[in-house]
Structure formats: structure tokens, C-alpha cells
């Protein structure tokens, strides 16, 4: 397996555009975690899925942020209109289950102008 | 908040020394897991010891774990260059909803000068 992917690996964009996030988890993994990590806030957990359904958006900054996931084997992270505040790693994990041992993407680095 | 410290924030040490990390949380949980990241890189799953576990080893690896304390130690002996990375804890324990889940602690930047 070839792990979780992300895409795109660095994103750079001007403030009020529309940013999508997109990650592929491993097959057969039933859990789907997005996070954010940057140097003032660390690594923070914005929603997870189980089974393709959103469990926990409560860490999602606010309604600029959606994130889906049609598929076992996709789902996007958007942010509309972007700012630069925004501006972090995003990484995408999965696993089997809640609270099993996550598999992490290798992340996008966004950079808001 | 679930949410695990870890101590020191960051460590610095001479090759082959051993470096110690600690690890508090709040509630009781499962498992307690440690990752580690390298700059630039997603975190990679070093160890899981259950909460029935008192010590567990994986190669150079050694972790504890005190539940009446709730707190953890990663224990690195004979400490690389290449060992020089972020390690975070991450307790297994039921989030606001209800469901297990995993939250991460807020990492000790380790170096280790050659």
C-alpha cells in the first residue's frame, strides 16, 4: 500500500480564494482524521470520519472550513474564502479505528498571501 | 481537555546519551501511543503500550507507563543524530461525542549533536 496521500503537497494562494485539500486514506482503513499544525497551535485536530461520516468537526476554526468525504477512499478539506492565518501543515491520517495507531499523510504546506 | 503534555519541550543531548521523555494526561484511557516527526514530515507511529501495561521495549525503545500517576516516559538509549525529530504522545480515550479516540500531546523537540 502506498500509504495516505495527500495532494497537493504545497499550496500557495492569495487571501479570499478558494483552497481544496484532498487526501486518499489506506485501503480498508475505516477512520479518516484531518489536522492542522503550525508552530503557535501545534497539531490540531479539525474533524474526523468514521465509515464516511463526520464524527467530530468541533475543531473546525469556523464555517470558511468544510471537509467531506463521499468515499472510503477520498475526501477534501476546503477552505473558502482563504486567509492568511490560515496558513499551516495540513495532514491527513487514517486508521483502522478511533483510537488505533494513525497513518499520517505527508501533509500540504499552505501559504496564504 | 484529553489533550497530553509532554516534558521538557525540548530536549538537546550528545550522541549515544540516553534521552528521556515524559508524558501527563487527564483522563483514563485505553492505550498511550508515541509518535515521532521529522521536520517537514507526517508523524510515524513508534510504540503502543495498553493501559494493562506497565513497560514496553521495541528496539531501542523503551516506554512506561503509570496509570495511578497518568503519565508516560519514552526512554531512547544510545541516542543517533538521526534520532533528532519531535516525539508526541497520544492517549486513546473517549472524545466529546462519546467514541475512542486518539489525542496528541503537544511534543518535545529532541536534538542530538553528533
Known amino acids: 500500500d502506498a500509504g495516505v496521500i495527500q495532494s497537493p503537497r504545497h499550496e500557495v494562494t492569495e487571501m479570499g480564494q478558494e483552497v481544496t485539500l484532498r487526501c486518499k486514506p489506506i485501503s480498508g482503513h475505516n477512520s479518516l482524521f484531518w489536522y492542522r499544525q503550525t508552530m503557535m497551535r501545534g497539531l490540531e485536530l479539525l474533524i474526523y470520519f468514521n465509515n464516511n461520516v463526520p464524527i467530530d468537526d468541533s475543531g473546525m476554526p469556523e464555517d470558511r472550513f468544510s471537509a467531506k468525504m463521499p468515499n472510503a477512499s477520498f475526501s477534501t478539506l476546503k477552505i473558502q474564502p482563504s486567509e492568511p492565518r490560515d496558513s499551516a501543515v495540513y495532514f491527513c491520517?487514517?486508521?483502522?479505528?478511533?483510537?488505533?495507531?494513525?497513518?499520517f499523510g505527508p501533509g500540504t504546506r499552505l501559504t496564504v498571501l | 481537555s484529553q489533550q497530553g503534555e509532554e516534558d521538557p519541550q525540548a530536549l538537546s543531548i550528545q550522541e549515544g546519551e540516553n534521552a528521556t521523555m515524559n508524558c501527563s494526561y487527564k483522563t483514563s484511557i485505553n492505550n498511550l501511543q508515541w509518535y515521532r516527526q521529522n521536520s517537514g514530515r507526517g508523524l510515524v507511529h513508534l510504540i503502543l503500550?495498553?493501559?494493562?501495561?506497565r513497560e514496553k521495549h521495541s528496539g531501542r525503545l523503551r516506554v512506561t507507563l503509570d496509570t495511578s500517576k497518568k503519565s508516560s516516559s519514552l526512554l531512547i538509549t544510545a541516542s543517533r543524530a538521526a534520532d533528532t525529530a519531535s516525539y508526541f504522545c497520544a492517549t486513546d480515550a473517549p472524545d466529546q461525542t462519546g467514541a475512542n479516540n486518539l489525542f496528541f500531546g503537544t511534543g518535545t523537540r529532541l536534538t542530538v549533536i553528533p
Open positions: 503500550i495498553r493501559s494493562n501495561e
Open positions: 491520517a487514517s486508521s483502522l479505528r478511533p483510537g488505533n495507531e494513525q497513518f
